[in-house]
């Protein structure tokens, strides 16, 4: 017992004063590291738009605001988490308190974003600013034509400088990739004077990894001795990494002259007519286009022509403007959301999702409870003179395909009609041997303020994606024979969101209302 000796009582005074030193340092330790998630929490705030819904819904449709969101939940909001676990001993209960309230916000439900999603938001940037000839400085920035959220930090433009130099063997995307990871460079030392802090997004950032990745760009260029600089440099900042060292050893011998300056690929990417399309900056025949006119056009309902301009003749391509209600293209999308999936390349069940088109989809039958479905097949049928009847066998058209685009989301050019015979043993049941997708009717379901246009490279025809209006066009011509001119795209969505409605109507089912022309190249009108 102490009481029995004062010298034990003395002993215990003395281990009070201890005491009080470890707790100190301990809870010093403890609200060193509060306050550094405090920081980290205060930087991932600047870098969130205002709480409000207008501000977050523009945030999210620009694709750097779209790409800094996956990011954050992919890397920065793992990291955050990760340190408040090592809390856990400290407060066990208000820690628990605090999973239940981030389950119960029902990001459970959604997948949380993981790293397959942030590559697919870097390739997005990557394809948008190669096809839409955007500048690293301008991207960099958040800024979208405009309009701005917030910029990309060190760790962002190393990301996407690696993508664009791997993205094709081209020297313009190697040139790209010198500039992104300059600016990796630059920023990171300009943080570094500012407060030598690191945010949690930037932690993986080493320095050593961009000027590795500037003289693999360099030498993607043929710039040899370049190449072997940033080698060394990264080697420099990095001499224990065996890797680092090979590469310069590799370069330096390249450039030492055994290998005489050696040129490595110097293949440029193509402005192809699509990229052109995409853009807007196609040149216009005048001769083509003297041709070309608007006009009411005549429907099935005689009081009821609609708004139609010709874009080309042979394969005819209209866009026809007002065909669809906001309140009628809201019900669509309504009965859609909740069942979109990832697009597989074609329609066939169980094919692999495609890096061709990215989105998703889902079908809308005509027999939806809802009747706006069967009464928009009907508007077509109005429009187009062709039958839309939906059976159980031998349908005269498919079902409503709804369809949404991703971050920078895109159909490369492609064919409607089925190129391949094997396709068209594969259909369900209701269209078996109903014959090829004759024509096309897409729904622009929403305004699409950048990107998105339906483009025909083939041809030089643009369809600007105007909400309410909607593209048409002949897949076959009127002797059954495929338009090869027909070939098409959905070109990435720059700004915005972009959704759909497709309406194939299927060759056997219009055999009398289009019928074969006098010659095997009769045309549409
Ligand atoms: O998105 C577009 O503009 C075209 C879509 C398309 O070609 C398709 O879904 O087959
Ligand atoms: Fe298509």
Same mark, same amino acid.
């Given at each position: 017992?102490?009481?029995?000796?004062?010298?034990?009582?003395?002993?215990?005074?003395?281990?009070?004063?201890?005491?009080?030193?470890?707790?100190?340092?301990?809870?010093?330790?403890?609200?060193?590291?509060?306050?550094?998630?405090?920081?980290?929490?205060?930087?991932?705030?600047?870098?969130?738009?205002?709480? +409000?819904?207008?501000?977050?819904?523009?945030?999210?449709?620009?694709?750097?605001?779209?790409?800094?969101?996956?990011?954050?939940?992919?890397?920065?909001?793992?990291?955050?988490?990760?340190?408040?676990?090592?809390?856990?001993?400290?407060?066990?209960?208000?820690?628990?308190?605090?999973?239940? #309230?981030?389950?119960?916000?029902?990001?459970?439900?959604?997948?949380?974003?993981?790293?397959?999603?942030?590559?697919?938001?870097?390739?997005?940037?990557?394809?948008?600013?190669?096809?839409?000839?955007?500048?690293?400085?301008?991207?960099?920035?958040?800024?979208?034509?405009?309009?701005?959220?917030?910029?990309?930090?060190?760790?962002?433009?190393?990301?996407?400088?690696?993508?664009?130099?791997?993205?094709?063997?081209?020297?313009?995307?190697?040139?790209?990739?010198?500039?992104?990871?300059?600016?990796?460079?630059?920023?990171?030392?300009?943080?570094?004077?500012?407060?030598?802090?690191?945010?949690?997004?930037?932690?993986?950032?080493?320095?050593?990894?961009?000027?590795?990745?500037?003289?693999?760009?360099?030498?993607?260029?043929?710039?040899?001795?370049?190449?072997?600089?940033?080698?060394?440099?990264?080697?420099?900042?990095?001499?224990?990494?065996?890797?680092?060292?090979?590469?310069?050893?590799?370069?330096?011998?390249?450039?030492?002259?055994?290998?005489?300056?050696?040129?490595?690929?110097?293949?440029?990417?193509?402005?192809?007519?699509?990229?052109?399309?995409?853009?807007?900056?196609?040149?216009?025949?005048?001769?083509?286009?003297?041709?070309?006119?608007?006009?009411?056009?005549?429907?099935?309902?005689?009081?009821?022509?609609?708004?139609?301009?010709?874009?080309?003749?042979?394969?005819?391509?209209?866009?026809?403007? #007002?065909?669809?209600?906001?309140?009628?293209?809201?019900?669509?999308?309504?009965?859609?959301?909740?069942?979109?999936?990832?697009?597989?390349?074609?329609?066939?069940?169980?094919?692999?999702?495609?890096?061709?088109?990215?989105?998703?989809? +889902?079908?809308?039958?005509?027999? #939806?409870?809802?009747?706006?479905?069967?009464?928009?097949?009907?508007?077509?049928?109005?429009?187009?003179?062709?039958?839309?009847?939906?059976?159980?066998?031998?349908?005269?058209?498919?079902?409503?395909?709804?369809?949404?685009?991703?971050?920078?989301?895109?159909?490369?050019?492609?064919?409607?009609?089925?190129?391949?015979?094997?396709?068209?043993?594969?259909?369900?049941?209701?269209?078996?041997?109903?014959?090829?997708?004759?024509? +096309?009717?897409?729904?622009?379901?929403?305004?699409?303020?950048?990107?998105?246009?339906?483009?025909?490279?083939?041809?030089?025809?643009?369809?600007?994606?105007?909400?309410?209006?909607?593209?048409?066009?002949?897949?076959?011509?009127?002797?059954?024979?495929?338009?090869?001119?027909?070939?098409?795209?959905?070109?990435?969505?720059?700004?915005?969101?972009?959704?759909?409605?497709?309406?194939?109507?299927?060759?056997?089912?219009?055999?009398?209302?289009?019928?074969?022309?006098?010659?095997?190249?009769?045309?549409?009108?």
């Amino acid at each position: 017992e102490v009481y029995s000796s004062t010298a034990d009582v003395v002993q215990l005074a003395n281990n009070e004063q201890l005491l009080v030193g470890l707790l100190e340092t301990y809870l010093d330790n403890e609200l060193a590291r509060i306050k550094e998630l405090q920081t980290h929490l205060e930087d991932i705030k600047k870098l969130l738009p205002e709480n +409000t819904e207008t501000s977050i819904a523009n945030y999210a449709v620009n694709p750097v605001g779209a790409y800094s969101t996956i990011k954050r939940f992919a890397v920065t909001w793992t990291h955050f988490f990760a340190q408040i676990s090592d809390l856990k001993h400290a407060n066990n209960t208000a820690l628990r308190g605090l999973a239940t #309230d981030i389950v119960s916000l029902g990001l459970s439900h959604h997948i949380w974003p993981q790293v397959v999603d942030l590559n697919g938001a870097v390739a997005a940037l990557v394809r948008l600013q190669k096809m839409y000839q955007i500048p690293v400085k301008e991207l960099a920035d958040g800024n979208i034509r405009g309009m701005k959220v917030s910029r990309l930090g060190p760790d962002d433009c190393l990301r996407l400088g690696r993508a664009m130099l791997h993205s094709d063997y081209s020297s313009s995307s190697a040139a790209l990739a010198i500039q992104w990871m300059e600016e990796a460079i630059r920023m990171h030392e300009q943080r570094h004077s500012a407060n030598g802090e690191q945010s949690l997004g930037d932690r993986s950032f080493q320095i050593e990894e961009a000027y590795s990745a500037l003289a693999d760009a360099h030498a993607q260029l043929g710039n040899v001795t370049a190449a072997a600089n940033f080698a060394m440099k990264a080697f420099v900042k990095d001499p224990e990494n065996s890797s680092l060292k090979e590469k310069f050893l590799k370069y330096e011998d390249m450039s030492s002259g055994s290998h005489s300056q050696k040129k490595i690929s110097r293949r440029n990417t193509t402005d192809s007519m699509y990229e052109r399309l995409c853009r807007g900056d196609q040149w216009k025949d005048p001769k083509i286009e003297a041709r070309l006119f608007c006009q009411y056009k005549n429907t099935l309902v005689p009081i009821r022509p609609v708004k139609e301009e010709v874009l080309y003749l042979d394969p005819r391509v209209s866009i026809f403007y #007002d065909v669809i209600t906001d309140k009628e293209a809201a019900i669509l999308l309504e009965l859609a959301k909740s069942k979109m999936i990832r697009a597989p390349l074609g329609d066939v069940a169980g094919e692999k999702t495609s890096e061709q088109r990215i989105g998703k989809l +889902t079908w809308l039958w005509d027999a #939806d409870v809802n009747t706006t479905v069967a009464h928009l097949s009907k508007r077509v049928e109005e429009i187009t003179g062709l039958s839309t009847v939906i059976r159980d066998k031998l349908a005269d058209a498919e079902a409503w395909q709804i369809a949404t685009y991703g971050i920078g989301g895109m159909f490369e050019p492609h064919h409607d009609f089925y190129v391949d015979e094997g396709w068209l043993n594969q259909l369900p049941s209701h269209l078996l041997n109903t014959g090829r997708r004759i024509a +096309t009717f897409v729904f622009y379901l929403t305004d699409v303020q950048l990107g998105g246009a339906t483009v025909f490279p083939e041809i030089n025809v643009r369809v600007p994606p105007v909400k309410n209006a909607a593209a048409f066009w002949y897949n076959l011509k009127r002797s059954g024979d495929m338009y090869h001119a027909s070939m098409h795209a959905g070109c990435p969505v720059l700004y915005g969101q972009k959704w759909i409605a497709n309406k194939w109507t299927r060759e056997r089912g219009q055999i009398f209302r289009r019928r074969c022309g006098l010659s095997p190249r009769a045309t549409d009108e």
